[in-house]
């Protein structure tokens, strides 16, 4: 490394310039932004005591930062939508240690993004491979088992592959908008089967003769969070065990970043029974959390699905992120995509065994995205 280049680590960042970490953004994706990184770690979700302690990786030129990574130690796979609890428990039972382990992911979101945020005036290649590289060395300094970096984006893979890193392909639905001007316009391209359907859907919900709300901005009170944060903890205690998010971090959302947040809240005789928490940047619409008090048919469906892409063809949103899992999106016009991770075990037998089952399960993913895409809801072209 250049003389010039040093790499350094941050465990609280909100001991790192905002400016300067919103420098090495290219564009405006939500989950990258200091504010959304700041107030997972000001509210306490993000912490050692909850087995996400922030070790942010810089690289600097002089006194300047010029990229970094969102980066923590692990002391478990909680909260992170690529599954390696076979390679703890495989890696264990050798005799390893595999926890604690390093993660360049953002906590709790299954969203594609940059990983290695470097600017677009900074645009190297080269300060990619540096943080790749950086990160292994983080990794063996303090006798961690690994490094995982999710949901990461092309530029950041190529780097990380060169490093020696080993590629993992994953699965989602996104909705996909073809310059729509209305949704009927998207109704238009499907199956007349899905479309029967999806009208059915709509019509069911509405009657039910719920109450929508679309808030964003200062629209979004905090009793609109009070709400909201009863639907999530609901959800989270069925779904996880443990919640991952404190009530506080969605006031501190509201409060940094509210102009990228959209929140579905759903009335019933004028009371709040349901909420689905989105974040949106130019090119993409992301949901993140639904809950809900009440059973309704279709609800669901309607609040999460049918009102994103909606709000993404008035604002010329490119694409809706739904989230992890969930074959059930297909029908509704979510299409499968791939996922991809990338992935350094320090232990080099370790690391070829887990290069073997990464090559054995591409194979399996990509025809199950094969398979998926060749039931698509939408007409076949000639």
Same mark, same amino acid.
């Given at each position: ?101 390093? =993660? ?57 592959? =060169? ?220």
């Amino acid at each position: 490394m250049s003389e010039e280049y040093s790499l350094h680590t941050c465990q609280d960042i909100r001991e790192i310039p905002a400016e300067e970490w919103e420098a090495c953004l290219a564009d405006d994706h939500p989950f990258t932004r200091y504010a959304f990184l700041s107030a997972l770690e000001e509210s306490g979700s993000v912490s050692a005591e909850t087995g996400w302690m922030p070790y942010h990786l810089l690289l600097k030129n002089g006194d300047r930062i010029v990229a970094a990574a969102p980066m923590y130690v692990k002391g478990h796979s909680q909260g992170e939508y690529v599954f390696d609890h076979s390679w703890a428990h495989a890696y264990e039972r050798a005799g390893g240690r595999y926890y604690p382990k390093l =993660q360049l992911s953002i906590p709790f979101s299954p969203v594609t993004g940059p990983r290695f945020l470097v600017s677009a005036a900074d645009n190297s290649f080269r300060h990619r491979l540096m943080l790749a590289e950086g990160a292994k060395e983080v990794a063996s300094k303090l006798n961690l088992s690994s490094v995982h970096m999710t949901f990461a984006q092309e530029e950041d893979l190529i780097a990380a592959e =060169q490093s020696d890193y080993l590629l993992r392909i994953g699965e989602q639905f996104h909705w996909i908008n073809e310059d729509y001007q209305s949704f009927d316009d998207f109704l238009a391209a499907l199956s007349s089967r899905k479309r029967k359907n999806i009208n059915k859907e709509r019509r069911t919900v509405h009657e039910f003769g719920f109450e929508f709300e679309e808030l964003t901005g200062d629209d979004i009170t905090e009793a609109h969070w009070d709400a909201f944060f009863q639907f999530y903890i609901d959800t989270g205690n069925r779904k996880w065990g443990t919640p991952y998010l404190n009530r506080t971090f969605f006031s501190l959302l509201g409060q940094k970043m509210g102009d990228q947040v959209l929140l579905f809240m759903v009335k019933r005789e004028g009371r709040y029974i349901a909420g689905a928490l989105n974040l949106f940047g130019s090119e993409c619409l992301y949901g993140r959390y639904w809950g809900c008090t009440e059973d309704h048919k279709f609800l669901h469906f309607e609040t999460c699905y049918y009102r994103a892409i909606d709000f993404a063809i008035k604002r010329g949103i490119k694409r809706v992120e739904a989230g992890a899992q969930g074959p059930h999106k297909l029908a509704r016009g979510y299409l499968p995509v791939k996922t991809r991770s990338a992935h350094w075990l320090r232990d080099e037998g370790f690391h070829r065994a887990v290069a073997d089952f990464l090559e054995a399960e591409s194979r399996e993913m990509d025809a199950e995205i094969n398979y998926l895409n060749q039931h698509s809801p939408f007409k076949k072209s000639d």
